[in-house]
């Protein structure tokens, strides 16, 4: 009987349920116990299944590990390539798994960010330096409207200076 499928009509009033008979352990079990495969089911219910299925994927774990050259408290960074120690890789979010990016490269990718955003900013600024100038020296623009460009032209001036004082001291740290 070991392995087939039995159907049992006469249960809760006509329900039908079907049962199986586990090639392992020999139990008979209803088949929400065991994985579906193809249209049909696994011969071995899923709780004597389960302890082979992780044995074989920490075989495949360690034979991955030993393929790669690694040791067993080293990963390779996904960004540049070199194996170092699990210390210094990111553990993002308090999560239990590190992620693949070591430290070094994961704080020279947000240095490149903070930069590319500078940058951003200070061409931004820069624009609207231009955009104050042409209005106040538009001579057909009202008196009131001139003076908010000058006042906004100076705020735009300090922060370009200041921009640039971040950006001289984020590409000082880089190196």
């Known amino acids: 009987m070991s392995g087939t499928t039995l159907n049992c009509r006469q249960l809760n009033g006509g ?3 079907n049962y199986k008979t586990c090639s392992k352990c020999g139990i008979t079990k209803p088949v929400s116990e065991f994985t ?16 082979a299925a992780s044995d074989s994927q920490q075989k495949a774990r360690l034979k991955k590990r030993r393929d790669s050259g690694l040791l067993d408290d ?3 960074c996904v960004r540049c390539g070199e194996a170092k120690p699990r210390g210094e890789f990111t553990n993002p979010a308090g999560n239990l798994r590190r992620n693949g990016v070591c430290l ?14 500078a ?12 955009k104050y100038q042409a209005v106040i020296d538009d001579e057909t623009q009202t008196p009131k409207r001139r003076g908010t460009a000058k ?3 100076k705020v735009s001036q300090a922060k370009i200076e ?5 950006l001289a001291e984020l590409r000082k740290s880089g190196v």
């Not at 070094?104 to 955003?117: Q, V």
């Not at 200041?162 to 971040?166: G, M, N, Q, S």
Request: a positive charge; hydrophobic letters at 35%.
């Open 15 to 17: 329900y039908t349920m």
């Open 36 to 51: 579906a495969l193809r249209g049909a089911y696994r011969p071995e219910c899923n709780e004597c299944r389960r302890p």
């Open 74 to 76: 080293e990963m390779r």
């Open 104 to 117: 070094f490269c994961s704080s020279k990718a947000e240095l490149d960010r903070l930069i590319k955003n």
């Open 119 to 130: 940058e951003s900013r200070l061409a931004r600024n820069l624009a609207a330096v231009q």
């Open 151 to 153: 006042s906004n032209l």
């Open 162 to 166: 200041a921009i640039k004082l971040e």
